[in-house]
């Protein structure tokens, strides 16, 4: 099988790399485009059908389509009629758009429709990267696509940069330098305050988040694909326990992507019975010291690693099954 990866995120690529290195009869390519700025995000039909003769000479080389983050990406092959396999992967919503759309209403109608019947296509396959958009796609539109959901393996590619070591940041706490952990609240000058060595700011890639001792994160999203990553690279997350995540909730800068829904935080990867025993919760910022001080931190990352094998296993057999089944 000859399989195009049609995408807009560097770290859906990895993944899809990482799995289709490792399934025997499949040959892939990755696809990306950047022709109309932000607004690529918003795949009104107008667009779809601009993408499609744009590039059509380009996809009808492949057996097979596969669009991850952002789902929208599949109205270019369905609009266009599209009958070989396509397997579109839901990052971050079905329906995500990049605001302010200019070329719109994006989602439109006819887009929604569009997914609705895709679910009943026997060329088509739907599938999750986290529960949440399964029940997203039925708590607020009526879609129903079913309980299969494929994460993220986690697996790293060639498409990251290669390692640099830095020793001298072995005993210092990471911050991401993401909303909730500057704006909502000033996590790295908490820390300041607790005496505990920190640094917020950019990295170079996941691999460079192993030179820290952890990572201290107030998570904002469903699901991410760097936290499966940090699994596979035994890199450890200190973040708040579900009590003590909706206190901070209340916070007005407080930012969850889109929709927040207090009574189903469970069902993200950051706090589904899955990850349990992954992540050290901590339930308030003293607790976060006493965690801290207690944990043996070499035993947990090989209980991270071994997770992450396994998964990445998982992954591979799922993804094979979908792309080999007719």
Known sequence: MKALHVTFHKGCQNDLEYILDRIEDVNYDTFTFDDDGDQKYNITKQRANAIWNKYKHIFNEYDCIITSDTAPLCRIFIENNWNKKLIIW????FDYSHRPVIDGPFPDKDY????????YMKNVNIIGYTLFENIYCKLCYNIDIGVDVITPSGGISNTYERFISKPELNN???IPPYHNDTDCMNVSNILDNLKILNYC????GPTDLTNYK????????WSNLALFESFTLGIIYFIPSIEFLLQIAKKPKFFWSP???SDLIQYSEWYNSDHADLFIYFNSWEDLLLKMSELDYDKHKVILKEFSKKKQNDCIQKWNVLLTTV
């Open 214 to 221: 952890a990572v201290v994160h107030i998570p904002y999203a």
């Open 201 to 204: 700011g950019r990295y170079d």
């Open 172 to 174: 210092i706490f990471f």
């Open 90 to 93: 839901i990052c971050n919503r």
């Open 112 to 119: 929604i429709e569009m997914f609705q019947k895709a679910h």
């Open 259 to 261: 929709p927040y829904k």
